[in-house]
């Protein structure tokens, strides 16, 4: 997610490296790296230039505060303009009404169906019931598909097989609803190749029947521009209270993400990056643009982990490493639990600087598999006696035992110390914005 953007601007902003004044020459270099890098990115060439622009006038004639350093000053500048161009910040939906109703639509193939189920076990892990509807009469598969997604996380499914009629479907829900003590109805309505009239008719006498809380259009990221155009034209026909974007996992680009907001005038209210059920995302502009400035987001962070964390052993471990005695019993814990928290890669992304030393080759699944079978090759005494590995002769015995090189059961234990720090500071700054933490 954003990777290339990542890269493209961090290298930008290198420019200014030991620096200690903004010129016209430094600040020219990395502006025309940044726009290149947003073009890269896939972002609109009119959008591009008036960025610039306005990073440009923000910054030229800005004395450098003694606290920053140019590089900390335009960081906080793109990060300031990021945030705006992303919709400057979340916005909740409204689930005020018992039963609240969620429309869902957008083209087929675009992850609506998935995004819904994502939905509705988000809104489990926060204390709502809700109940997932399918009114796609055109495909009996999509109802199908909705309920073996939804079995798996244990959600009702409601849906009349034989009626043709979606008015009466979305009746009969809501009695459901009622009677099984529901509170919120999340439609997956039908979507088509590309938008037509009958398509758009349907969903707008869903829309008048209904009166959703909120109407949720689904897109695309790999899709780009196209997908923007689609929002636009469905912007036009339905008044909107959101955009979903799907599959941020397969584009490293992210255009879709960054201007989609500014150009239909709707909030991005998630974001999805994975197949799994766990892969969803409440958008926060500024959480995202801390990672697309490589500041990571430790507050998404937290959150995620706070999900799966059993909290009194959570709680267990903050007081060890606050006593370092944090062992390796309570990291293969954390790592069984982050392993089930989704999309590891994206995981990674979010803790400030991990993603450069964590992995031994890249690959985080793979990462995660060798440190287990280290710390299963480990005794009982040695697991919870982390400091017993200053003798070699233990490290090369854990070699033989799980088939890791001696210098990659070095690099491990350089890692279990760094990890170690990198909870408590994930500990620290729990609640707080990253940016501002590293800024000021
Ligand atoms: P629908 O036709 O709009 O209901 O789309 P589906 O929900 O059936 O999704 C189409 C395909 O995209 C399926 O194979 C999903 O597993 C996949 N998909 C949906 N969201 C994501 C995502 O965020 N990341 C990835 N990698 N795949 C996704």
Same mark, same amino acid.
């Given at each position: 997610?954003?990777?290339?953007?990542?890269?493209?601007?961090?290298?930008? +902003?290198?420019?200014?490296?030991?620096?200690?004044?903004?010129?016209? !020459?430094?600040?020219?270099?990395?502006?025309?790296?940044?726009?290149?890098?947003?073009?890269?990115?896939?972002?609109?060439?009119?959008?591009?230039?008036?960025?610039?622009?306005?990073?440009?006038?923000?910054?030229?004639?800005?004395?450098?505060?003694?606290?920053?350093n140019?590089?900390?000053?335009?960081?906080?500048i793109?990060?300031?303009?990021?945030?705006?161009?992303?919709?400057?910040?979340?916005?909740?939906?409204?689930?005020?009404?018992?039963?609240?109703?969620?429309?869902?639509?957008?083209?087929?193939?675009?992850?609506?169906?998935?995004?819904?189920?994502?939905?509705?076990?988000?809104?489990?892990?926060?204390?709502?019931?809700?109940? +997932?509807?399918?009114?796609?009469?055109?495909?009996?598969?999509?109802?199908?598909?909705?309920?073996?997604?939804?079995?798996?996380?244990?959600i009702p499914?409601?849906?009349l097989?034989?009626?043709?009629?979606?008015?009466?479907?979305?009746?009969?829900s809501?009695?459901?609803?009622?009677?099984?003590?529901?509170?919120?109805?999340?439609?997956?309505?039908?979507?088509?190749?590309?938008?037509?009239?009958?398509?758009?008719?349907?969903?707008?006498?869903?829309?008048?029947?209904?009166?959703?809380?909120?109407?949720?259009?689904?897109?695309?990221?790999m899709?780009?521009?196209?997908?923007?155009?689609?929002?636009?034209?469905?912007?036009?026909?339905?008044?909107?209270?959101?955009?979903v974007?799907?599959?941020?996992?397969?584009?490293n680009?992210?255009?879709?993400?960054?201007?989609?907001?500014?150009?239909?005038?709707?909030p991005?209210?998630?974001i999805?990056?994975?197949?799994?059920?766990?892969?969803?995302?409440?958008f926060?502009?500024?959480?995202?643009?801390?990672?697309?400035?490589?500041?990571?987001?430790?507050?998404?962070?937290?959150?995620?982990?706070?999900?799966?964390?059993?909290e009194?052993?959570?709680r267990?471990?903050?007081?060890?490493?606050?006593?370092?005695?944090?062992?390796?019993?309570?990291?293969?814990?954390?790592?069984?639990?982050?392993?089930k928290?989704?999309? !590891?890669?994206?995981?990674?992304?979010?803790?400030?600087?991990?993603?450069k030393?964590?992995?031994?080759?890249?690959?985080?699944?793979?990462?995660?598999?060798?440190?287990?079978?280290?710390?299963?090759?480990?005794?009982?005494?040695?697991?919870?006696?982390?400091?017993?590995?200053?003798?070699?002769?233990?490290?090369?015995?854990?070699?033989?035992?799980?088939?890791?090189?001696?210098?990659?059961?070095?690099?491990?234990?350089?890692?279990f110390?760094?990890?170690?720090?990198?909870?408590?500071?994930?500990?620290?700054?729990?609640?707080?914005?990253?940016?501002?933490?590293?800024?000021?």
């Amino acid at each position: 997610m954003f990777e290339h953007l990542k890269n493209k601007i961090s290298e930008a +902003l290198h420019v200014f490296k030991g620096d200690s004044k903004i010129t016209e !020459i430094n600040i020219a270099s990395s502006l025309k790296k940044i726009g290149n890098a947003l073009i890269d990115a896939d972002v609109n060439y009119k959008i591009v230039r008036n960025f610039i622009h306005k990073i440009q006038e923000k910054s030229i004639g800005k004395k450098v505060l003694t606290s920053l350093n140019p590089k900390q000053l335009i960081t906080k500048i793109v990060y300031d303009e990021l945030v705006l161009l992303m919709g400057k910040k979340n916005v909740e939906m409204d689930l005020s009404k018992n039963p609240s109703i969620i429309l869902i639509c957008g083209l087929q193939g675009s992850g609506k169906t998935s995004f819904s189920s994502k939905l509705a076990f988000f809104l489990t892990k926060k204390n709502k019931f809700p109940l +997932l509807v399918s009114v796609d009469i055109h495909r009996p598969a999509a109802v199908d598909q909705l309920k073996l997604i939804a079995k798996k996380v244990n959600i009702p499914v409601f849906s009349l097989e034989k009626s043709k009629n979606v008015i009466e479907i979305i009746d009969q829900s809501i009695l459901y609803a009622f009677k099984n003590k529901r509170n919120i109805i999340i439609i997956d309505t039908a979507g088509r190749l590309a938008i037509d009239q009958i398509m758009m008719e349907e969903i707008q006498r869903i829309n008048q029947h209904s009166k959703p809380n909120e109407i949720l259009f689904v897109v695309d990221s790999m899709t780009g521009q196209d997908a923007i155009n689609t929002a636009q034209s469905f912007s036009k026909k339905l008044n909107l209270d959101g955009i979903v974007i799907t599959k941020l996992d397969g584009d490293n680009r992210g255009g879709v993400a960054i201007t989609i907001s500014s150009i239909v005038k709707k909030p991005i209210k998630f974001i999805s990056n994975g197949e799994k059920i766990e892969d969803l995302e409440v958008f926060h502009p500024d959480r995202i643009a801390n990672r697309i400035l490589g500041m990571g987001d430790i507050v998404s962070l937290v959150e995620k982990v706070q999900e799966q964390f059993d909290e009194k052993r959570t709680r267990k471990i903050y007081q060890k490493i606050s006593k370092n005695s944090f062992d390796f019993n309570d990291l293969l814990y954390q790592i069984q639990k982050i392993k089930k928290i989704g999309n !590891i890669k994206n995981i990674i992304s979010m803790i400030p600087g991990i993603d450069k030393y964590f992995s031994f080759d890249g690959d985080h699944k793979n990462s995660f598999k060798k440190i287990e079978s280290i710390i299963y090759s480990m005794t009982p005494y040695e697991r919870i006696h982390p400091k017993v590995f200053s003798d070699v002769k233990r490290k090369k015995r854990i070699s033989k035992g799980s088939g890791i090189t001696l210098s990659h059961i070095d690099l491990f234990m350089k890692q279990f110390y760094d990890m170690s720090k990198i909870v408590k500071k994930i500990h620290a700054h729990s609640g707080k914005e990253t940016i501002k933490n590293l800024l000021y």
